[in-house]
Nanobody
């Protein structure tokens, strides 16, 4: 079992920055693909960014490309999402996911609210 806890969410003005963290316990994350997802009110959960187990390969949704950066520190068993130039439409609950061989673990989410 992998237990994931997100933190770092909050209220920020448009144009501002936040850094989300996802800390894992139970197992080392080094062999897991890690991802950040978000869900806005009334919308489906969507993929924001993913990073390979080594950190050498990343994926970003087009809407966050150039503004968000995903990274991981396997020694700390933690994954990060640096969010810059935040927009009102980035407002959502952000979730962390660990995946390996089709098995997924999700965190409880952290709220990000961007005001205009």
């Amino acid at each position: 079992q992998v237990h994931l806890v997100e933190s770092g969410g909050g209220l920020v003005q448009a144009g501002g920055s936040l850094r989300l963290s996802c800390a894992a316990s139970g197992r080392t994350l080094s062999s897991y693909i890690m991802g950040w997802y978000r869900q806005a009110p009334g919308k489906e959960r969507e993929s924001v960014a993913r990073v390979s187990w080594s950190g050498g390969s990343t994926y970003y949704a087009d809407v966050v490309k150039g503004r968000f950066t995903i990274s991981r520190d396997n020694a700390k068993n933690t994954v990060y999402l640096q969010m810059n130039s935040l927009r009102v439409e980035d407002t959502a609950i952000y979730y962390c996911k660990a995946e390996r061989f089709g098995v997924e673990y999700w965190g409880q989410g952290t709220q990000v609210t961007v005001s205009s």
